[in-house]
Nanobody
Framework: QVQLVESGGGLVQPGGSLRLSCAAS????????MGWYRQAPGKQRELVAT???????NYADFVKGRFPISRDNAKNTVYLQMNSLKPEDTAVYYC?????????????????WGQGTQVTISS
């Protein structure tokens, strides 16, 4: 059993910044890949950025260098530094992780989703 807890969402003006955090807890051995997706009303959920425990990153085209992703493996936490925010960035942002966990018998890998955190960019 693994839980993902997100924080850092809120209301910010265009051009501002937010830092999203997502921490995994439970029977975590390691986080193979962790990152963020977002979903605006009436839109499909889309990838924002992901990072592996080894530091390999994957970014959506719309990020355009604005949203560097990082992680602290010791804390089982991923961060998304959101800079130069635009109104079109408004969405619910969901943490996602592929986690290796201790089942009590063997290590297993499973995907987990956070509850989502609202990011609103408005004047």
């Amino acid at each position: 059993q693994v839980q993902l807890v997100e924080s850092g969402g809120g209301l910010v003006q265009p051009g501002g910044s937010l830092r999203l955090s997502c921490a995994a807890s439970g029977r975590v051995v390691s986080i193979n890949r962790m990152g963020w997706y977002r979903q605006a009303p009436g839109k499909q959920r889309e990838l924002v950025a992901t990072i592996t425990s080894g530091g390999s990153t994957n970014y959506a085209d719309f990020v355009k260098g604005r949203f560097p992703i990082s992680r602290d493996n010791a804390k089982n936490t991923v961060y998304l530094q959101m800079n130069s925010l635009k109104p079109e960035d408004t969405a619910v942002y969901y943490c996602n992780a592929a986690v290796t966990y201790d089942s009590g018998a063997v290590y297993r890998v499973a995907d987990y989703w956070g509850q989502g955190t609202q990011v609103t960019i408005s004047s």
